[in-house]
């Protein structure tokens, strides 16, 4: 299994990024899907959450409205619009992948890291004043 995350880079404040994850190795289909952001020593804040069909999704409140988290299940492609960016949303950003079952146990679980088991490497944002 593999969870391949781009599109990190360095942006004044203001801007915009876009952050992709590639998934092989399981049918991304069938996955629930999260987008986590971990500093240095810190324990990952969580930022986003989609279920399996894309109908439903979750967001932190620091970035409501100003990022949108989306999949494309024939890609095996989850992605993350950032928008608006601000300098203390630079982090380290990881996807991640599981099946949690059914929408009530999503609606619960799908903020919580330890929900989910494969994560990819990170992708690098940095986000200047």
């Known amino acids: 299994v593999q969870l391949v995350e781009s599109g990190g880079g360095l942006v004044q404040a203001g801007g915009s990024l876009t952050l992709s994850c590639v998934v092989s190795?399981?049918?991304?289909?069938?996955?629930?899907m999260t987008w986590f952001r971990q500093g240095p020593g810190i324990q990952g804040d969580f930022v986003a959450a989609?279920?399996?069909?894309?109908?439903?999704?979750k967001y932190a409140d620091s970035v409501k409205g100003r990022f949108t988290i989306s999949r494309d299940n024939a890609k095996n492609t989850l992605y993350l619009q950032m928008n608006s960016l601000k300098p203390e949303d630079s982090d380290v950003y990881y996807c991640?992948?599981?099946?949690?079952?059914?929408?009530?146990?999503?609606?619960?679980?799908?903020?919580?890291?330890?929900?989910?088991?494969?994560w990819g490497q990170g992708t690098q944002v940095t986000v200047s004043s």
């Open positions: 991640g992948a599981d099946r949690l079952g059914n929408l009530d146990r999503w609606k619960q679980y799908a903020n919580n890291p330890r929900s989910y088991e494969y």
């Open positions: 190795g399981r049918t991304f289909s069938r996955d629930d």
């Open positions: 989609i279920d399996r069909t894309g109908s439903a999704t």
